[in-house]
């Protein structure tokens, strides 16, 4: 049973930082897109970044670009999202997905496995 289970998330200032991570069990990732996702109240779930495993190319939505990085262990199984000068509009619960099952490009796919989401809260 694969499972990805988030962290990492909690509440900051504008400017701050925070590191998700994403544990994977269940699932040996060859060439797999895992990426995050995040939802604020009132809004659509918006792609923010992806990285292909193994092949290593990365997306970004504009809005992150130049502020948060995307990173993989392959040794844990785990999936990072560094998050630098955040911002109150950076504000939603993150999720993270494994997997594209539908669609291009990464950022606008459908996945098959998604974590239950961490909550990011940065505060003006």
């Known amino acids: 049973q694969v499972q990805l289970v988030e962290s990492g998330g909690g509440s900051v200032q504008a400017g701050g930082s925070l590191r998700l991570s994403c544990a994977v069990s269940g699932y040996t990732y060859i060439s797999v897109h895992m990426g995050w996702f995040r939802q604020a109240p009132g809004k659509e779930r918006e792609g923010v970044s992806v990285i292909q495993i193994g092949g290593g190319s990365t997306y970004y939505a504009d809005s992150v670009k130049g502020r948060f990085t995307i990173s993989q262990d392959n040794a844990n199984n785990t999936v990072y999202l560094q998050m630098n000068s955040l911002k109150p509009e950076d504000t939603a619960m993150y999720y993270c997905?494994?997997?594209?099952?539908?669609?291009?490009?990464?950022?606008?796919?459908?996945?098959?496995?998604w974590g239950q989401g961490t909550q990011v809260t940065v505060s003006s």
């Open positions: 997905a494994a997997e594209l099952k539908r669609g291009w490009p990464p950022l606008g796919a459908q996945y098959n496995y």
